[in-house]
C-alpha cells in the first residue's frame, strides 16, 4: 500500500522568504503526483499536476518537482506571502484509479 | 460553472440514524470520487466511481455505500451512522485521462453523536 508522508507538518517563516515543502512516497509506480492548498474549512485546491514523466512544473511563484525514482517530490514557494498562509497536501495516483494523500504541511507567513 | 458541488454543508447524527450526502459536478468528467478527511490522517478515499455505471471500493468503504446516479451526480450513504464517522466528506471529480488533475467540492462536516 502506498505511503505518503509530508514533513514538516508545519512551518512558519517570514513574509518574502523562500521556502520548500517536501512529499515523499513509498511505491514508486506512479502516475502522477499533484500539489494542493487547502484554507481551513474550505476544499482543496489544484496548484501543479506532475506526471510521471516529468521532472518539474511551474505556476507563478510555485514550482514543483518529481524524482520518482527516489519517492519524493517539493513545492518550492519564492518570495512567500502572508496570503500563502494554508495547508498544503500533496497526493499521488497509483496503479488503478487510487488516489494516496499525505496528511499536509501547515504553513504560516508571517507579515 | 460551479464546478463540484456538496449538500449539505453541516450535519448532526444520531447514531443509528442514516443520510445521504449528495455530489454534483457540472464539468462533463468522468471519474469522481468520496473521500473522508480526519485529523492527522489525510484524506482517504472511501469509493470511486471510474465511469457512469462503475464503482469500487478505496481505502476505507466499510460502512458505506455509493450511488452513480448519472454522469453528474455520485452520492454517498451511511446506512447506520456511528460516531467514528464523524468526518469531513469531500467529494471530487476528473476527466478519466491518466493526465488530468482531481477538482474538489467544498465539503460536508458530518458529526454523529
Known amino acids: 500500500k502506498q505511503e505518503v508522508t509530508q514533513i514538516p507538518a508545519a512551518l512558519s517563516v517570514p513574509e518574502g522568504e523562500n521556502l520548500v515543502l517536501n512529499c515523499s512516497f513509498t511505491?514508486?509506480?506512479?502516475?502522477?503526483l499533484q500539489w494542493f492548498r487547502q484554507d481551513p474549512g474550505k476544499g482543496l485546491t489544484s496548484l501543479l499536476l506532475?506526471?510521471?514523466?516529468?521532472r518539474e512544473q511551474t505556476s507563478g511563484r510555485l514550482n514543483a518537482s518529481l524524482d520518482k525514482s527516489s519517492g519524493r517530490s517539493t513545492l518550492y514557494i519564492a518570495a512567500s506571502q502572508p496570503g500563502d498562509s494554508a495547508t498544503y497536501l500533496c497526493?499521488?495516483?497509483?496503479?488503478?484509479?487510487?488516489?494516496?494523500f499525505g496528511t499536509g504541511t501547515s504553513l504560516t507567513v508571517i507579515p | 460553472n460551479a464546478g463540484v458541488t456538496q449538500t449539505p454543508k453541516f450535519q448532526v447524527l444520531k447514531t443509528g440514524q442514516s443520510m445521504t450526502l449528495q455530489c454534483a459536478q457540472d464539468?462533463?468528467?468522468?471519474?469522481m470520487y468520496w473521500y473522508r478527511q480526519d485529523p492527522g490522517m489525510g484524506l482517504r478515499l472511501i469509493y470511486y466511481?471510474?465511469?457512469?455505471?462503475?464503482?469500487d471500493k478505496g481505502e476505507v468503504p466499510n460502512g458505506y455505500n455509493v450511488s452513480r446516479l448519472n454522469k453528474r451526480e455520485f452520492s454517498l450513504r451511511l446506512e447506520s451512522a456511528a460516531p467514528s464517522q464523524t468526518s469531513v466528506y469531500f467529494c471530487?471529480?476528473?476527466?478519466?485521462?491518466?493526465?488530468?488533475?482531481?477538482?474538489f467540492g467544498p465539503g460536508t462536516r458530518l458529526t454523529v453523536l
Open positions: 471530487a471529480s476528473r476527466d478519466g485521462s491518466s493526465y488530468n488533475e482531481q477538482f
Open positions: 511505491d514508486s509506480a506512479i502516475y502522477n
Open positions: 506532475i506526471q510521471s514523466s516529468q
Open positions: 497526493a499521488v495516483r497509483s496503479v488503478g484509479n487510487q488516489f494516496y
Open positions: 464539468m462533463n468528467h468522468n471519474s
Open positions: 466511481s471510474a465511469s457512469e455505471g462503475t464503482t
